[in-house]
T-cell receptor, first 114, second 112 residues
Framework: NAGVTQTPKFQVLKTGQSMTLQCAQDMNHNSMYWYRQDPGMGLRLIYYSASEGTTDKGEVPNGYNVSRLNKREFSLRLESAAPSQTSVYFC?????????????FGPGTRLTVT | SQQGEEDPQALSIQEGENATMNCSYKTSINNLQWYRQNSGRGLVHLILIRSNEREKHSGRLRVTLDTSKKSSSLLITASRAADTASYFCATATLGGYQKVTFGIGTKLQVIP
């Protein structure tokens, strides 16, 4: 099993360009998440999808859109990139079962916006 | 806003010593989790402790939870150079398990 995969691993954008970060999981998890990680800020939730067909905003959704394409795939789109979106982006998935909800993370995408 | 805050933010110890990291949080929780992140990698789940548990062990890891003080500690015994990483606590707050909120992490360096 590959777990959670993300593409691309690295990306450089100019201000105003758009791009989509792709995420897929093969663990049959219902829930998927997008986080950004900035120095000294920990991980902040951008959007999440509790199940196929639903998406909800997290702590920092402005400037982003998401699509839960099917149970396996959850994409994050930057419509008009800004330097403030320079960050490392992580996708995660989890299966909320009983009182457990541990998350499984992808390797991350390092995005630089110039 | 961050729910959890780890303390210290950085810790440097010799191989074989024990490492203790603390996490404080603000609101009532369903569970608290600890994750490890090696440099340049994604986070890896280490251990989960439920709100009605006080202590949990997994190999060289020991986690305690004090809900009255809204705090948790992670102890790594007999540390190894391979334990060098950042460690994050994450909390699932009352009202749902769909989301967890991460702290800013403790950077642990284990010197061989």
């Amino acid at each position: 099993n590959a777990g959670v995969t993300q593409t691309p691993k690295f990306q450089v954008l100019k201000t105003g360009q758009s791009m989509t970060l792709q995420c897929a999981q093969d663990m049959n998890h219902n829930s998927m998440y997008w986080y950004r990680q900035d120095p000294g800020m920990g991980l902040r939730l951008i959007y999440y999808s509790a199940s196929e067909g639903t998406t909800d905003k997290g702590e920092v959704p402005n400037g982003y859109n998401v699509s839960r394409l099917n149970k396996r795939e959850f994409s994050l789109r930057l419509e008009s990139a800004a330097p403030s979106q320079t960050s490392v982006y992580f996708c995660a998935s989890s299966e909320v079962r009983g009182r457990t909800n541990e998350q499984y993370f992808g390797p991350g995408t390092r995005l630089t916006v110039t | 806003s961050q729910q959890g805050e780890e303390d210290p933010q950085a810790l440097s110890i010799q191989e074989g010593e024990n490492a203790t990291m603390n996490c404080s949080y603000k609101t009532s929780i369903n569970n608290l989790q600890w994750y490890r992140q090696n440099s340049g990698r994604g986070l890896v789940h280490l251990i989960l402790i439920r709100s009605n548990e006080r202590e949990k062990h997994s190999g060289r890891l020991r986690v305690t939870l004090d809900t009255s003080k809204k705090s948790s500690s992670l102890l790594i015994t007999a540390s190894r150079a391979a334990d060098t990483a950042s460690y994050f606590c994450a909390t699932a707050t009352l009202g749902g398990y769909q989301k967890v909120t991460f702290g800013i992490g403790t950077k642990l360096q284990v010197i061989p």
